[in-house]
């Protein structure tokens, strides 16, 4: 360890293993949204008695990363306000600290490290609100995604019984005037509506995405205090010169 740093622990092995494996379903996912949108690679596939089947492995796909997408968000939700290791809950609130805390952040990524006026050791209010927008649209997803799975159901019926779609249509019907509420549709609420905002959020998430591997490397190039190792062993070295 060089002279002047410490050795932070930022996130824990649960947390780790929830980061990839989000990244890992988001990857999937991305790739059979696409398919099932455009069957773009439907063509790329040799003709055999299993091709009427890529779209239904498609979907099975989808759905199977959706799920995973279900449980950890529901895990991330709880250590949102229960962590006994970080609470982002409190990085979040609107205390005169966070919100300075949050524009010093800003400023420092707008100007380039020139302005450095806060704690890099440990989590900001910047990169928490940042994550919280990332988990709302992971939220929107699922929700407008699962209504579109329902949709399907026309019959009311699964192969678990009526519970389920019930369940469902309970918990999501309400996306359809939300989402035609949201793109400004001039005409009936629908189920394309919620298409519309299915597909648009994920183009967001794509974009959070980018933003969130560019500020990595930044933060790790110009901090020099390896942020970009937190997500592989949990930790970074902080300047000790740099706390405030």
């Given at each position: 360890m060089k002279t002047g740093?410490?050795?932070v622990k930022r996130m824990t092995a649960s947390m780790r293993i929830i980061h990839w494996v989000n990244a890992i379903s988001m990857v999937v996912a991305i790739i059979t949204g696409f398919y099932i949108a455009e069957p773009y690679y439907q063509t790329l596939i040799a003709e055999s008695a299993v091709d009427k089947y890529v779209m239904?492995?498609?979907?099975?796909?989808?759905?199977?990363?959706a799920i995973i997408f279900d449980v950890t968000s529901i895990i991330v939700a709880?250590?949102?306000?229960?962590?006994?290791?970080?609470?982002p809950i409190l990085k979040l609130l609107p205390t005169p600290k966070n919100i300075?805390?949050?524009?010093?952040?800003?400023l420092n990524l707008l100007t380039f490290n020139r302005r450095k006026n806060f704690d890099s050791s440990q989590a900001d209010s910047f990169n928490t609100v940042y994550f919280t927008i990332f988990?709302?649209?992971?939220?929107?997803m699922l929700f407008t995604g699962l209504q579109l799975y329902v949709h399907g159901l026309e019959s009311g019926l699964s192969s678990i019984g009526k519970w389920w779609p019930a369940i469902l249509h309970w918990a999501t019907d309400w996306t359809i005037a939300a989402s035609?509420?949201?793109?400004?549709?001039?005409?009936?609420p629908s189920i394309m509506d919620v298409r519309i905002v299915h597909h648009l959020t994920m183009w967001l998430i794509i974009v959070w995405v980018v933003f969130h591997i560019y500020y990595q490397v930044w933060r790790t190039v110009f901090w020099q205090e390896g942020d970009i190792a937190i997500a592989f062993g949990g930790s970074k070295f902080a300047k000790e010169s740099d706390k405030k």
């Open positions: 740093y410490k050795k239904a492995w498609n979907r099975w796909g989808h759905f199977i990363v709880y250590l949102f306000f229960f962590s006994r290791f970080e609470k300075v805390v949050f524009f010093e952040v800003l988990h709302l649209l992971l939220a929107g035609s509420a949201l793109i400004g549709s001039s005409s009936m």
